[in-house]
Protein backbone atom coordinates (compact mmCIF):
# COMPACT_ATOMS: atom_id res chain seq x y z
CA UNK A 1 0.00 0.00 0.00
CA UNK A 2 1.36 3.65 -0.74
CA UNK A 3 2.47 6.09 1.85
CA UNK A 4 -0.23 8.03 1.22
CA UNK A 5 -3.64 5.99 1.51
CA UNK A 6 -6.28 8.33 0.42
CA UNK A 7 -6.72 10.94 -1.93
CA UNK A 8 -7.67 14.54 -0.91
CA UNK A 9 -10.89 13.80 -2.63
CA UNK A 10 -11.93 11.62 0.58
CA UNK A 11 -12.13 14.20 2.53
CA UNK A 12 -14.40 16.63 0.44
CA UNK A 13 -17.40 17.71 2.62
CA UNK A 14 -16.58 16.06 5.78
CA UNK A 15 -15.86 17.93 9.18
CA UNK A 16 -12.28 18.74 11.26
CA UNK A 17 -11.38 16.00 13.42
CA UNK A 18 -12.85 13.43 10.98
CA UNK A 19 -10.08 10.86 11.71
CA UNK A 20 -13.22 9.46 14.43
CA UNK A 21 -15.62 9.17 11.30
CA UNK A 22 -16.03 5.24 11.34
CA UNK A 23 -15.31 4.36 7.74
CA UNK A 24 -12.10 6.54 8.42
CA UNK A 25 -11.52 4.15 11.28
CA UNK A 26 -11.77 1.04 8.70
CA UNK A 27 -9.46 1.83 6.89
CA UNK A 28 -7.09 3.36 9.45
CA UNK A 29 -7.13 -0.09 10.80
CA UNK A 30 -5.49 -1.51 8.00
CA UNK A 31 -3.01 1.09 7.12
CA UNK A 32 -2.92 3.52 9.78
CA UNK A 33 0.39 5.03 8.76
CA UNK A 34 -0.83 5.79 5.70
CA UNK A 35 -4.45 7.10 6.44
CA UNK A 36 -3.43 9.75 8.93
CA UNK A 37 -0.49 11.00 6.72
CA UNK A 38 -3.07 11.52 4.08
CA UNK A 39 -5.72 13.42 6.49
CA UNK A 40 -2.63 15.73 7.18
CA UNK A 41 -1.88 16.22 3.18
CA UNK A 42 -5.17 17.54 3.37
CA UNK A 43 -4.94 19.43 5.92
CA UNK A 44 -1.78 20.96 4.44
CA UNK A 45 -2.58 21.37 1.26
CA UNK A 46 -6.83 22.38 1.01
CA UNK A 47 -7.47 25.34 -0.10
CA UNK A 48 -8.27 28.19 2.29
CA UNK A 49 -9.90 31.69 1.83
CA UNK A 50 -8.37 35.29 3.01
CA UNK A 51 -11.37 34.99 5.31
CA UNK A 52 -10.91 31.46 7.00
CA UNK A 53 -7.17 32.10 7.24
CA UNK A 54 -7.44 35.58 9.07
CA UNK A 55 -10.38 33.73 10.95
CA UNK A 56 -7.73 30.70 12.14
CA UNK A 57 -5.25 33.45 12.83
CA UNK A 58 -7.16 34.59 15.49
CA UNK A 59 -8.19 31.99 17.06
CA UNK A 60 -5.00 30.79 17.34
CA UNK A 61 -3.69 33.29 18.94
CA UNK A 62 -6.30 33.28 21.49
CA UNK A 63 -6.06 29.58 22.09
CA UNK A 64 -2.28 29.61 23.09
CA UNK A 65 -2.18 32.55 24.72
CA UNK A 66 -4.31 31.64 27.48
CA UNK A 67 -2.84 28.54 27.70
CA UNK A 68 0.21 29.90 28.24
CA UNK A 69 -0.72 32.58 30.17
CA UNK A 70 -2.73 30.52 32.50
CA UNK A 71 -0.91 26.94 32.58
CA UNK A 72 2.06 26.03 35.57
CA UNK A 73 5.37 25.83 34.34
CA UNK A 74 5.32 22.14 36.09
CA UNK A 75 2.05 21.12 33.89
CA UNK A 76 3.41 22.06 30.45
CA UNK A 77 6.81 20.52 31.38
CA UNK A 78 7.69 17.43 28.92
CA UNK A 79 4.37 18.10 28.00
CA UNK A 80 4.55 18.44 24.03
CA UNK A 81 2.09 15.23 23.20
CA UNK A 82 -0.46 16.36 25.58
CA UNK A 83 -0.34 20.37 25.12
CA UNK A 84 -0.65 20.02 21.54
CA UNK A 85 -3.37 17.81 21.80
CA UNK A 86 -5.19 19.76 24.01
CA UNK A 87 -5.10 22.91 21.55
CA UNK A 88 -5.98 20.72 18.25
CA UNK A 89 -8.85 19.46 19.94
CA UNK A 90 -10.00 22.91 21.45
CA UNK A 91 -9.51 24.25 17.65
CA UNK A 92 -10.98 21.31 15.76
CA UNK A 93 -14.39 21.92 17.56
CA UNK A 94 -14.24 25.50 16.30
CA UNK A 95 -14.22 23.92 12.91
CA UNK A 96 -10.27 24.70 12.14
CA UNK A 97 -8.15 21.96 10.50
CA UNK A 98 -4.88 21.00 12.33
CA UNK A 99 -2.73 18.00 13.17
CA UNK A 100 0.09 17.36 15.51
CA UNK A 101 3.40 16.74 13.94
CA UNK A 102 6.07 14.29 15.47
CA UNK A 103 9.64 13.39 14.63
CA UNK A 104 13.00 15.19 15.39
CA UNK A 105 14.28 18.65 16.54
CA UNK A 106 17.55 20.09 16.67
CA UNK A 107 18.32 23.13 18.41
CA UNK A 108 21.17 25.52 17.57
CA UNK A 109 22.16 27.83 20.01
CA UNK A 110 23.96 31.89 20.03
CA UNK A 111 27.26 31.91 19.45
CA UNK A 112 28.70 32.85 22.51
CA UNK A 113 26.07 31.68 24.31
CA UNK A 114 28.48 28.72 25.41
CA UNK A 115 25.39 26.34 25.07
CA UNK A 116 26.21 23.11 21.99
CA UNK A 117 23.91 22.03 19.85
CA UNK A 118 20.94 19.71 21.74
CA UNK A 119 19.15 16.93 19.79
CA UNK A 120 15.32 16.04 20.38
CA UNK A 121 15.73 12.17 18.43
CA UNK A 122 12.13 10.53 16.82
CA UNK A 123 14.17 7.46 17.20
CA UNK A 124 16.19 7.11 20.50
CA UNK A 125 15.82 2.86 21.97
CA UNK A 126 13.30 4.66 24.45
CA UNK A 127 10.95 1.82 25.93
CA UNK A 128 8.13 0.84 24.41
CA UNK A 129 5.43 3.19 24.95
CA UNK A 130 7.68 6.27 25.55
CA UNK A 131 6.73 9.04 22.91
CA UNK A 132 10.41 10.21 21.81
CA UNK A 133 11.20 13.10 20.14
CA UNK A 134 9.17 16.14 20.21
CA UNK A 135 5.78 17.51 18.70
CA UNK A 136 3.84 20.21 17.38
CA UNK A 137 1.06 21.79 15.90
CA UNK A 138 0.58 22.53 12.08
CA UNK A 139 -2.19 24.36 11.37
CA UNK A 140 -2.73 25.88 8.09
CA UNK A 141 -1.77 28.94 7.55
CA UNK A 142 0.37 28.67 10.34
CA UNK A 143 3.13 25.96 9.23
CA UNK A 144 4.70 25.66 12.92
CA UNK A 145 2.80 25.81 16.63
CA UNK A 146 5.21 25.40 19.42
CA UNK A 147 4.34 25.81 22.50
CA UNK A 148 6.40 23.42 24.74
CA UNK A 149 10.04 23.58 23.20
CA UNK A 150 10.71 25.60 26.54
CA UNK A 151 10.06 22.89 28.66
CA UNK A 152 11.97 19.92 27.32
CA UNK A 153 13.18 19.83 30.77
CA UNK A 154 16.27 21.59 30.00
CA UNK A 155 19.15 21.38 32.43
CA UNK A 156 20.58 24.61 32.15
CA UNK A 157 20.16 27.80 30.88
CA UNK A 158 18.69 27.26 27.36
CA UNK A 159 15.32 27.93 27.98
CA UNK A 160 15.60 31.15 28.70
CA UNK A 161 16.53 31.72 25.06
CA UNK A 162 13.74 30.42 23.87
CA UNK A 163 10.35 32.06 23.62
CA UNK A 164 7.23 30.34 25.50
CA UNK A 165 5.85 30.25 21.73
CA UNK A 166 6.70 29.95 18.02
CA UNK A 167 4.73 30.22 15.67
CA UNK A 168 5.46 30.77 12.04
CA UNK A 169 3.20 30.81 8.51
CA UNK A 170 7.04 30.49 6.85
CA UNK A 171 9.84 28.23 7.49
CA UNK A 172 12.61 27.70 5.64
CA UNK A 173 12.67 24.22 4.12
CA UNK A 174 15.66 21.93 3.93
CA UNK A 175 16.51 18.72 2.80
CA UNK A 176 16.30 16.12 5.65
CA UNK A 177 19.57 15.52 7.47
CA UNK A 178 20.37 11.80 7.98
CA UNK A 179 21.74 12.30 11.37
CA UNK A 180 18.59 13.38 13.02
CA UNK A 181 17.05 9.71 12.45
CA UNK A 182 18.52 8.60 15.80
CA UNK A 183 21.18 9.35 18.15
CA UNK A 184 24.95 8.20 17.12
CA UNK A 185 25.01 5.30 19.12
CA UNK A 186 22.14 3.87 17.09
CA UNK A 187 22.66 5.63 13.48
CA UNK A 188 24.83 2.46 12.47
CA UNK A 189 22.90 -0.02 10.47
CA UNK A 190 19.75 2.59 11.12
CA UNK A 191 17.49 2.39 8.27
CA UNK A 192 14.77 4.29 7.52
CA UNK A 193 11.21 2.98 5.56
CA UNK A 194 11.62 3.67 1.79
CA UNK A 195 8.88 5.59 1.78
CA UNK A 196 9.56 8.19 3.58
CA UNK A 197 11.28 10.09 1.06
CA UNK A 198 7.48 10.21 -0.30
CA UNK A 199 6.48 12.06 3.03
CA UNK A 200 9.05 14.40 3.17
CA UNK A 201 7.95 15.37 -0.36
CA UNK A 202 5.09 16.68 1.31
CA UNK A 203 6.12 17.38 5.07
CA UNK A 204 9.44 18.82 4.55
CA UNK A 205 11.70 19.13 7.01
CA UNK A 206 12.73 23.03 7.77
CA UNK A 207 13.73 25.71 9.92
CA UNK A 208 13.14 28.39 11.60
CA UNK A 209 15.02 31.23 14.23
CA UNK A 210 13.50 31.86 17.24
CA UNK A 211 14.68 34.56 19.16
CA UNK A 212 18.32 33.71 17.83
CA UNK A 213 17.87 30.01 18.43
CA UNK A 214 17.96 28.24 15.06
CA UNK A 215 15.88 25.10 15.37
CA UNK A 216 15.47 22.22 12.75
CA UNK A 217 11.85 20.18 12.45
CA UNK A 218 11.97 16.67 10.91
CA UNK A 219 9.04 15.23 10.99
CA UNK A 220 8.87 11.36 10.98
CA UNK A 221 4.93 11.12 11.62
CA UNK A 222 1.26 12.13 12.52
CA UNK A 223 -0.41 11.64 15.42
CA UNK A 224 -3.65 12.22 16.29
CA UNK A 225 -5.36 12.60 20.12
CA UNK A 226 -6.29 8.64 21.47
CA UNK A 227 -9.03 10.11 23.48
CA UNK A 228 -11.71 12.75 23.36
CA UNK A 229 -10.82 16.02 25.28
CA UNK A 230 -13.02 15.22 28.59
CA UNK A 231 -11.47 12.24 29.43
CA UNK A 232 -7.70 13.21 28.86
CA UNK A 233 -5.79 12.83 32.01
CA UNK A 234 -3.95 16.05 31.70
CA UNK A 235 -3.88 19.49 34.01
CA UNK A 236 -4.15 22.71 33.19
CA UNK A 237 -4.55 25.39 35.50
CA UNK A 238 -4.90 23.14 38.06
CA UNK A 239 -8.01 21.52 36.81
CA UNK A 240 -8.94 18.79 33.98
CA UNK A 241 -7.54 19.57 30.83
CA UNK A 242 -11.89 19.86 29.38
CA UNK A 243 -12.87 21.85 31.88
CA UNK A 244 -9.75 24.43 31.77
CA UNK A 245 -10.51 24.81 28.17
CA UNK A 246 -14.25 25.06 28.93
CA UNK A 247 -14.07 27.90 31.55
CA UNK A 248 -10.28 29.83 30.12
CA UNK A 249 -10.61 29.43 26.34
CA UNK A 250 -13.66 28.56 24.71
CA UNK A 251 -15.35 32.00 25.77
CA UNK A 252 -13.15 34.17 24.06
CA UNK A 253 -13.31 31.97 21.21
CA UNK A 254 -16.93 33.15 20.38
CA UNK A 255 -16.86 35.45 17.58
CA UNK A 256 -13.29 34.84 16.66
CA UNK A 257 -14.33 32.13 14.72
CA UNK A 258 -17.40 33.66 13.39
CA UNK A 259 -16.96 34.13 9.86
CA UNK A 260 -16.36 37.64 9.11
CA UNK A 261 -18.66 39.64 6.73
CA UNK A 262 -16.02 40.72 4.03
CA UNK A 263 -13.98 37.85 2.46
CA UNK A 264 -11.22 40.98 1.51
CA UNK A 265 -10.06 40.84 5.18
CA UNK A 266 -6.42 41.96 5.46
CA UNK A 267 -4.31 38.93 6.69
CA UNK A 268 -1.92 39.76 9.63
CA UNK A 269 1.84 38.68 9.85
CA UNK A 270 3.07 35.60 11.95
CA UNK A 271 1.26 35.85 15.54
CA UNK A 272 3.41 37.55 18.31
CA UNK A 273 5.40 35.63 20.28
CA UNK A 274 4.07 35.04 24.03
Known amino acids: MTHFALGNEFFAGRSPGCYNDPDFLALEAKDPAGVLHSYARFVLTREMSTVEA????????????????????????????????????????????????????????????????????SNDGAAVGHKAGHAWLVVPP?????????????????????????????????????????????????????????????????EVEADRVRIFYQQHGVTIPAEPLAEADFMLGGRPAARFVADEIQPGLIGLTTTPNSATAPPTPDAPKI
Open 142 to 206: FQLIDITAWAQGWRGTEATLIPRAIIKESVSRRAFLPELTAPPELLKGFRLPPDMNDFWRVFSPF
Open 54 to 121: TRVRAAVTHVVGRLLDLASPAEMMRNCFRASMVCLQTLEAAGIWGFVATGSVRFRFPIGSGIGDAYFY
